[in-house]
């Protein structure tokens, strides 16, 4: 159904949020403003996932070497935790963009809620820790889906550099997780785990200041959202969210307080709602008035790309995890006679995708039209995401105790093809993401798309618990075969898929 006049919601300002000119190719050949965004990626990624590298260390660790002395298998689970939570708010931002704030002053405000809560993860207390975390995990949430949504804005949907483009995007992102654990490792590991979240910080202060000085090269940025609300409407909204933001703290403080909310319970009840927020949100889409018949139909090949990043996020980010823990433990640190911090096995991860997202950005150029359809790219990223733990289960069989060492080449070239395979579905995926979207929730649509590394999180937050009570042949290998069987039943579905994703090639 189209739009009619008695929406509440307030055209957009003509113009405003149109794409640049197609024969805008100032930045590698391509629009400036995805300059500014790759760079702005390449600051929270230094900060979000140098943090990530040694969160699950630092909750691991004794309390005399700075950490908070948690168990191996809760300490992984926890970190997926907060993994869920910084997704789960994705939808807010999305929906926050759209609504009330604009894409630049979304992105803007999370990067001042992302600077802000590892400057507190900064002082060495554990209540400054989770008071760190909760801003990170908002400030992620307005950042995240927004900034990928502007960088669809750069480019027309028909335009055949924008895979390119997302690609290009996304080795901006891999050089900060590259960056990152490189710092924040070794602050960690010589100087303290708070010195590397003060790293995380600066980092992401830098982030901030560039962002602002390349604003006047994006689209949407103009400070009004595009599907603003009427002011009486925008009045009530901001009230409720106020409101419900405060009651749902006290609920939280009281049920703290009289023992019911353990942290065991509070993992449980994110996982829940990485369950039921993408099923929810899927069926509000799919009933809007807003979203057309075309639009909807596109929706339905959608919801199999979702569960296809479900299945390989959810072995991606155990590489910050049980990874860590692995290589932390059961992994020689040293190469060629250098010994080096178990927090830069997490810097590989992010060296391959640099490496490989430039490559892969100009194979998909010279292809042009032959290049394989997204759904096929993103089958395979989930293939090589469940053969780079099947990677593992040779290296950790035959040892009964937990003292065995394994070569640090192991680790090497499961993060290698775990690498390759995040180039190949995440590029993919946003893009897609950004032309299936229903015009009315454009923000919103790739928030969904973060929704699926939050059900990834969510999931893996409970399998984690397995981590070191069975044996880590059994539990690579079957969390690995799993991915594997998922790409497979993507490849499949191809056919239906090519027919059903137009105008997505």
């Known amino acids: 159904m189209s739009r009619t006049a008695t929406d509440t919601d307030q055209p957009a300002e003509p113009g405003a949020d149109q794409p640049p000119p197609s024969d805008d190719h100032a930045f590698l050949g391509h629009p400036r403003g995805l300059a500014t965004l790759s760079g702005l990626e390449v600051w929270e990624r230094f900060s979000f996932l140098g943090m990530q590298a040694i969160l699950v260390l630092y909750f691991a660790d004794t309390a005399l070497h700075g950490g908070l002395g948690m168990d191996p298998a809760a300490a992984a689970s926890v970190a997926a935790a907060y993994g869920t939570m ?38 060495p207390n554990a209540a400054m820790t989770w008071t760190g975390l909760g801003l990170i995990s908002a400030g992620t949430g307005l950042l995240k889906p927004n ?61 901030l200041v560039q962002y602002v000085l390349g604003r006047r090269h994006l689209a949407g940025r103009k400070h009004s959202a595009e599907y603003a609300l009427a002011p009486d409407a925008l009045r009530s909204a901001v009230r409720r969210i106020i409101g419900g933001c405060l009651a749902a703290a006290a ?17 449980d009840l994110l996982t829940l709602v990485s369950v039921i927020a993408p099923a929810v949100y899927f069926a509000l889409m799919f009933r809007s008035p807003r979203v057309t018949p075309v639009e909807r139909g596109r929706l339905r090949p959608y919801v199999v790309l979702f569960l296809a990043s479900v299945a390989f996020n959810f072995i991606l980010f155990q590489a910050y995890s049980t990874m860590m823990l692995l290589a932390s433990t059961n992994a020689r640190t040293e190469i ?7 927090g830069w096995y997490a810097s590989a991860l992010g060296a391959f995708e640099v490496a490989l997202a430039p490559v892969v950005a100009a194979l998909w150029v010279r ?56 180039v190949l579905l995440e590029t993919s995926g946003m893009s897609a993401t950004t032309k299936l979207a229903p015009s009315a929730y454009a923000s919103q649509t790739m928030a ?36 594997v069987a998922a790409g497979l039943a993507v490849i499949a579905a191809a056919p239906w898929l090519r027919r059903t994703m137009h105008p997505v090639h």
């Open 86 to 123: 910084v997704y789960l708010v994705s939808v807010a931002g999305g929906w926050l963009a759209d609504r009330i704030l604009g894409s630049y002053r979304a992105v803007l405000a999370g990067g001042v809620l992302i600077a802000c809560g590892h400057y507190a993860m900064a002082v």
């Open 147 to 207: 900034v990928a949504s502007m960088v669809g804005k750069l480019y027309r949907t028909d335009d055949e550099r924008r895979d390119a483009g997302f690609a290009l995007y996304y080795t901006g992102i891999n050089i900060g997780a590259f960056a990152g654990p490189l710092v924040t490792g070794w602050l960690g590991e010589h100087q303290g785990w708070h010195w590397g979240f003060s790293a995380a910080a600066v980092g992401m202060t830098a982030g």
């Open 251 to 267: 609920l939280a403080t009281l049920l703290a307080g009289i023992g019911w909310l353990t942290m065991a319970r509070f993992v």
């Open 336 to 342: 060629l006679g250098f010994h080096f911090p178990a």
């Open 367 to 422: 292809m042009g039209r032959r290049q394989p359809h997204a759904s096929n790219k993103i089958a395979i990223g989930v293939v090589l995401g469940g053969l780079s733990f099947l990677l593992m289960v040779w290296p950790t069989s035959g040892h009964d105790g937990g003292s065995y060492k394994i070569a640090a080449w192991w680790i090497i070239g499961s993060y290698l093809l775990l690498g390759l395979g995040d």
């Open 448 to 483: 969904l798309w973060f929704l699926s590394l939050a059900l990834a999180n969510g999931i893996q937050a409970q399998v984690v618990k397995a981590y070191g009570h069975v044996s880590d042949p059994v539990y690579f290998g079957v969390n690995g075969a799993v991915a």
